[in-house]
C-alpha cells in the first residue's frame, strides 16, 4: 500500500513548537523565514499511523508517548 501526505508549513511549525522550539527560533517557527526548515526529526513520524496498525498490548507497561 502506497499513501501520500501533504504536508504543510502549518504542520512543520506545530511539530518544531511540540518537541521545544520556542518563538525566538524563526528558523524553526517562522515560514517566512530565509531558513524556514523543519528540525531532522519530523520525517520520523508518518510512519507512525502505520506502526499504530500493529497492536503492542503485548508489551508490559508500554506507552508510546513516554
Request: charged share 20%; net charge negative; proline share 8%.
Amino acid at each position: 500500500m502506497h499513501l501520500n501526505r501533504i504536508i504543510s508549513q502549518r504542520d512543520v511549525i506545530l511539530y518544531n513548537l511540540g518537541v521545544g522550539a520556542t518563538e525566538k527560533e524563526l528558523k524553526w517557527t517562522f515560514e517566512g523565514d530565509d531558513e524556514f526548515s523543519a528540525l531532522p526529526t519530523f520525517g520520523v513520524i508518518p510512519q507512525f499511523s502505520c506502526a499504530a496498525a500493529i497492536p503492542l498490548d503485548w508489551l508490559p507497561n508500554f506507552n508510546p508517548v513516554s
